[in-house]
Each structure stands twice: as C-alpha cells, then as structure tokens.
C-alpha cells in the first residue's frame, strides 16, 4: 500500500510526493563591473494563481522540457486525476481521460515535448495508472503485465525515450515494471523483503544503473504500532539488490530519490520524532549511504522531493505541520539551509518541484483554504557569464601539459572579449595567468597550461571576465581546478636478471619525464652507478616506460657486486615531470644469476 504521511491521515488524503530543485548566480552592478553573488531571497519565488479546475483539487508533481512548456500532475475530491499544461507563459487545465470514477496522478516525467509518461491510482478498479502523452494527446496504457490484483502507481523516471520504469505496490509488496522499445514487462521484487513494504520513487542514471526508494512495515501496522522503516533499492544491469540504508529512527520513510551522477545522489523522507516529523536526508557518495542533519525547520516537519543541480547545489521541498506551510530548503557547498518562502495561505504545502535550468523552476503543491494546487514559480536573472568547464574541483596533473584542457563558458548577452583569469586564492587579489580570447571557449596552449600548474598552493580558481562594447565589464563567478601532487614512477621492474641475457627495466611513467637510474651493492650504496635517461611524452606506450640496458651498462652493474651470482643488488629511481617537480621510488632488489 501507499505510504501514508501524518497530514494525510489527519485530513484523510492519500500521501502523495514531489520533485524538487535548485539555485542560481545573478549579478549585481557596480561601477561598470557586474560581479555574480548566490541568493535565495523570497523574491526569487512568487505565487502563481492557477487556473480553475473544480471546487477541490491539488497538485503532486511537476515537470519541464523547456522555459516555456510544463506540465503537472495531481487530483480532486471529485475522484479524477488533474492534467495541468503550462505553454508560453499560461497553465491550461485540459481533460484527463475517463478511466473511472475514482483515480488519482502522483508522478509525471517527460522526455521531450511530446512524449510523456504520468502515473497513479485507479482506486475504483485497485490498480495502477498509466498515462501515455504522445504528439499531444494522453492515452491509456492498456498492454501492461499481471502483476496484482491491487495495485498503485507512486513513481516514473525515463533515462531514454526508450527505456523506463515505474514503480509503485501491488498486493501489499513492492513492484517495479520496466518499459523497453514499446512493451512493458514486470519484474519480480517478491524476494528482497518479506514484510509489507512498497515504492515510492525509481531513478536511473543510465539504462543499466538504478535506485527505487520506499518503506516497509514491521509488526502492527499503523502510526504508533510495529516498525516503520525505508526501503533503498539498487538496479545494475538488469539485478535488484536491497541496500541497508542508514538509521533514521523507529518510524520512517523514504519519499523520493534523486542522482546527479552515478556515484553521487541524495533521497529525502520524514521520521517521528518527539511527537512530531523531522526531515530525512541521505546522501550517497561513492558508494556510501550516509545520513545527513537536516537543518532546522520546526516541530513537526518533512521532505516529499529533492532535486540537485550539481554535486554543489539543489532544493528539497516538503511541509511544516506546525506552521501549516509548505517549506523549501537550499543545498549549497555542503550545507542545507530552509529558506523563506512567500504566503500563499493560512495552510498549504509543497509536494513536487522541478527545474529547466538553474536560473527557472516551478514547485507544486496544495493550498487547504482556497482548496486548490499551488504553483511557485522560481525565477532569477541569467548570469551574462556562466562557466562550462572544467568542472569545479577538476583535477589536473602535469600528464595534461600534453594535452592541454579546454576553457568554456556560456554568455547570456553579446561580448566584444573575454578574459580567463588564474589565481591561488579566491579574491584574485593577484592574478599571474591570463588568458585572452574573443570567443567564449579557449583550449589554452601548453606554455601557458604550465604557467598555470605552476601556480603554488595546490589549488588554482579562475574566472572568465567578458567585455562590452561599451568597455563595461561582467565578472563570473569562480571556479577552482585541483593540482595534483607529482608521483614517483609505479611498478617498478627489471626482468632478465642473469649474466646471461640484458635485463630490461619497466615502470609506469605517472606523468615524468626524465629519471635517473641509481644501482647499489648495499643498502647504502657504498658503491654505485646512475644512469639517466628522459622521454618526450608520459602519456605515450600508454603511460608505460621499457628500457633494454646495453651490455656495457649491465657490466658496470654486475661490477658493483664483482660479478658474483647470488649478489642482491639495489636500485631505485628518480624522477622528474613536466612541471619540475621531483620524487623517488622506495628502494628495491634482484639478485644476480647466472
């Protein structure tokens, strides 16, 4: 069954969940020079009034495929599913099928502008919804598989126009059913969990790659009887394994799950505590589920959605119980933060959010005076300049002096040039690298690629800095890329140690470029020989360096022991990158044979 959140029971509706997002850079002008700063004042969301659809409805989820096309999904007391369309700066309601007399729309999840897929509940029927839009017009899916005589639809997510999945219950156990190339096939669950349990959410990073969320119920079921606790399921290659999530308390779920990449994604969901709810946030990195604090909101709270822009930034939306609001909270360089929202109500919440880019967005949810959907609309300058790549944090080494990265960014207005600037600390307060180009992407050559890794402190920011034509300057914001430390050569190796063959010496170059060979006939080196030796590109042999020493440079080893088999001889190299920077390999041995 559904999981069922405390404003739920209390007003007897169904809990249903969201789709959250983002923040954003927009300048400020001063002096000629616009210099981007991050915001979430309460300007940056307003109210927009919907359009009438009956005497009761409300919203559950939202999504974008441009600025200027949307659509939202949600219900009505009346018992049908709500269909919002949002086209060239108007929300339209439009007709949902006729499925029965009692049904409802949780998810929503567009691939493009004219294919779509919304899922729910046909409580007359005790099954699952599946609507398809298609060139403008939403059909029933019919052809689905048997998976139940009573079965809810609670999640929806497309990695292609190709290939997806939703996931929901069926006969109180989760289910999950897959779409490939135009037909649906069900995928046994029944395994993972033998309690009660359902799913809430699916996201996929790739056609081979997943994550469903939920919760399952332990003992009694109800508030106050047995044990409530989430569900993390993960897909790779066509497998579902269940994976234990961290602890959240006695009586718990999760509602929605969200990814930015493979290896890094958040989910949210609420837990009781001390009477009331508290927000749950975890955070997977790496491989890693950990739970996060949420910050401070009130009493009686929780998230329905998350959504995060970058491994950086990204929004999470839910509801305060004790203030009767909807809440939005803010990630930013590691912190979530609940931001101010403006009154819609006396009592309202938010259930689903979704961003088309980072500078708009829309979240959707239900005002419990005017009984009506809410629609926020999130709206912020585009920044004049918004860096590309690299990436924040991006990390170099001196094997990238052979090829050289490339330096973008996006304009938002027209610039007669730009100007990348490096520097060691933040403020740029002294920038010793600089880089002129009139158009908005530059590969930088390796002279000045090597000026830049040159720069002390292991860490670089730089900046793109565009000129008009009226010689007023814009200012993006910074990035910074990460230096890294110079290696000693790897797998060392000498193969071929007899008089009777010539040894030949292996390493991994780990970015150098020239080296120095050292032999010993002890530890200490009382007697030795170095020979050096310097290649032109570490990346070359696929990073790998070989080497057959000449007889008379094996001779000369062989003297060091006096040509005695069963000699241990010693050796170790040094080495130097592109950069100059130096390091040495940990002393080793071979013995002499014969």
């Known amino acids: 069954m ?12 169904l809990q249903v969940f969201t789709l959250a997002t983002l923040l954003l850079c927009f300048p400020l002008f001063s002096h000629g020079i616009d210099v981007p700063t991050l915001s979430t004042q ?19 989820d939202v999504h974008f495929t441009s600025p200027d096309e949307g659509w939202a999904v949600g219900s009505d007391m009346d018992g049908f599913g ?3 369309h949002y086209s060239n700066g108007t929300w339209t309601n439009i007709p949902s099928p006729i499925l029965s007399s009692y049904w409802y729309l949780y998810d929503v999840y567009f691939t493009s502008s004219n294919d779509g897929w919304a899922v729910g509940y046909d409580g007359t029927n005790h099954k699952g919804v599946l609507l398809h839009y298609l060139n403008g017009s939403w059909t029933t899916t019919v052809n689905l598989p048997d998976i139940g ?31 490939v190339d135009g037909s649906w096939s069900a995928i046994d669950l029944s395994e993972l969990i033998s309690d009660w349990w359902w799913l809430n959410d699916v996201y996929f990073t790739s056609p081979n790659e997943g994550w469903a969320v939920g919760g399952t119920d332990v003992g009694p079921y109800g508030i106050g009887g047995g044990i409530r606790r989430g569900v993390l399921l993960h897909c790779l290659n066509g497998s579902w394994t269940m994976i234990s999530p961290p602890n959240a308390g006695s009586y718990w779920g999760i509602n929605r799950v969200h990814f930015i990449s493979s290896n890094e994604g958040w989910a949210v969901g609420d837990t009781y505590y001390n009477g009331g709810k508290v927000g749950v946030l975890f955070h997977y990195l790496d491989g890693l589920w950990t739970a996060i604090r949420p910050p401070n909101v009130s009493s009686d709270w929780g998230l329905s959605d998350v959504h995060l822009t970058s491994s950086n930034e990204g929004w999470g939306v839910g509801w305060d119980d004790e203030n009767l609001r909807g809440i939005i909270i803010h990630y930013q360089n590691g912190s979530w933060t609940n ?8 009592n309202w919440e938010l259930k689903g959010v979704h961003f088309v880019s980072p500078y708009e967005g829309w979240a959707v949810g239900r005002d419990w005076v005017n009984n009506r959907g809410v629609l926020l609309k999130y709206s912020v300058p585009i920044p004049a300049i918004t860096l590309q790549s690299p990436s924040d944090n991006a990390p170099f080494g001196a094997c990238s002096l052979y090829s050289p990265p490339t330096f973008s960014c996006t304009a938002g207005e027209t610039f007669k040039g730009y100007e990348i600037q490096f520097s060691s600390d933040n403020s740029f307060s002294l920038t010793p690298v600089k880089v002129k180009t009139t158009t908005s992407e530059a590969t930088i050559t390796s002279s000045t690629w090597k000026r830049v890794l040159s720069i002390p402190g292991g860490t670089v920011y730089w900046r793109v800095v565009g000129t008009r034509a009226n010689r007023t300057k814009f200012i993006s914001e910074s990035r910074s890329i990460i230096i890294e430390p110079p290696q000693a050569v790897g797998n060392l190796n000498i193969s071929f140690t007899s008089k009777g063959s010539l040894p030949e010496l292996f390493w991994d170059n780990n970015c150098n470029t020239k080296f120095k060979v050292w032999f010993g006939s002890d530890e200490q080196f009382t007697k030795k020989k170095t020979f050096a030796f310097n290649i032109t590109n570490p990346n070359d042999n696929e990073g790998e360096f070989m080497k057959v020493l000449t007889f008379g440079q094996w001779m000369a080893i062989r003297k060091l022991v006096g040509d005695v088999s069963g000699s241990t001889i010693y050796w170790y190299v040094e080495s130097w990158d592109g950069l100059k920077r130096y390091n040495k390999t940990d002393v080793i041995n071979f013995v002499l044979t014969d």
């Open 2 to 13: 559904k999981s069922i959140n405390l404003r739920s029971i209390v007003k007897g509706i």
């Open 42 to 60: 309460i300007s940056d969301w307003k109210v927009v009034v919907p359009p009438n659809v009956s005497s009761d409805w409300w919203l559950n």
């Open 82 to 84: 709500v269909l919002l």
């Open 149 to 179: 005589t009573s079965c809810g639809f609670y999640g929806v997510h497309f990695p292609s126009s190709v290939q997806g999945w939703v996931v929901g219950a069926c006969d109180g156990i989760g289910m999950a059913i897959h779409y």
């Open 339 to 346: 931001i101010n929202l403006p009154d819609v109500s006396m």
